[in-house]
Structures are given as structure tokens and as C-alpha cells.
């Protein structure tokens, strides 16, 4: 007989939902490259967009694989996608910020100057906080 309800199928023995894991995944990265494509609908821009859009569905599919074939790694690799987003949006900053920087200010779309630098701190502070969380995780498993 199968303990709990059948809507909890995917759960593991030790409680950790599969889905509720690559969900997080889906958040990391979507959360992270939206304002790429804002950034991209702002300039007009379809390659911005349409690339953004692709490297998010090829960074959750390769995290959705390594979780499949390393289920007790999951704090590690969120913590590495959480670096690969932060790696993708310091390069989309480096390519968009000229172009951005040059359109005037529209605050109801947030690309005046101050809330284009409002990403590199945030970025900073994902990186550690990914950094944090693979570290956490190679420790753990020494031990």
C-alpha cells in the first residue's frame, strides 16, 4: 500500500519533491533573465529577446538533466545555475548597456540609469549566494 495520497507520487523517500525542485530551477532562471527581455522588447530588439528565451530553456533543460542524474546534488546545482544566470546577464549587461544607456528615460519600463545599476549589485549577491550554496555543498559531501 502507498503511503500518503496519490498527488504526492513524486515525492522521495526523504521528502524532496522533484518538481517543486525543478520549479525552483525554473524561478532561478526565469527570474533572472526576464529583464533581458524587457531589455529587448524596450530596444526592439528580437534577437535579445528570442536569444534570451533560448538560453533559458537550454540552462533549465541541462539543470532538469543533472538533476535527473544526480537527485542528492540539488543545493550544488542550484547553486550553478544561479552562477550560469549570473554569468549570462553580466554578458547581456556588457552587450545591452551601451544601447540602453543611449534611450531616454521610461519609467513605467525601469530603464532609467539608476535601475540599470541596480542589476550589478544584484548580480554581485547572486554570485555569492550560488558561490555560498556549491560550497555548502562540496563540504557536505566531504563529511
Known amino acids: 500500500m502507498?503511503?500518503?495520497?496519490?498527488?504526492?507520487?513524486?515525492?522521495?523517500?526523504?521528502?524532496?519533491?522533484?518538481?517543486?525542485?525543478?520549479?525552483?530551477?525554473?524561478?532561478a532562471v526565469l527570474g533572472g533573465l526576464t529583464w533581458v527581455g524587457v531589455a529587448g522588447v524596450t530596444l526592439h530588439d528580437g534577437l535579445v529577446v528570442s536569444s534570451?528565451?533560448?538560453a533559458a530553456v537550454g540552462l533549465w533543460s541541462v539543470a532538469a538533466a543533472?538533476?535527473?542524474?544526480?537527485?542528492?546534488?540539488?543545493l550544488g546545482l542550484l547553486g550553478a545555475v544561479i552562477l550560469?544566470?549570473?554569468?549570462?546577464?553580466?554578458?547581456?549587461?556588457?552587450?545591452?548597456l551601451p544601447r540602453l544607456a543611449e534611450?531616454?528615460?521610461?519609467?513605467?519600463?525601469?530603464?532609467?540609469?539608476?535601475?540599470?545599476?541596480?542589476?550589478?549589485?544584484?548580480?554581485?549577491?547572486?554570485?555569492?549566494?550560488?558561490?555560498?550554496?556549491?560550497t555548502i555543498d562540496v563540504l557536505r559531501r566531504r563529511s
Open 84 to 96: 550560469a544566470v549570473v554569468l549570462i546577464d553580466w554578458i547581456y549587461l556588457l552587450l545591452l
Open 2 to 27: 502507498r503511503r500518503g495520497p496519490i498527488i504526492f507520487a513524486d515525492m522521495t523517500e526523504d521528502g524532496r519533491s522533484r518538481w517543486g525542485f525543478l520549479g525552483s530551477l525554473g524561478g
Open 52 to 54: 534570451a528565451v533560448l
Open 103 to 134: 534611450l531616454p528615460t521610461y519609467p513605467w519600463f525601469g530603464t532609467s540609469q539608476a535601475s540599470i545599476r541596480a542589476i550589478r549589485p544584484a548580480l554581485v549577491a547572486a554570485s555569492v549566494a550560488g558561490g555560498a550554496f556549491v
Open 66 to 74: 543533472a538533476y535527473a542524474r544526480f537527485p542528492t546534488r540539488a
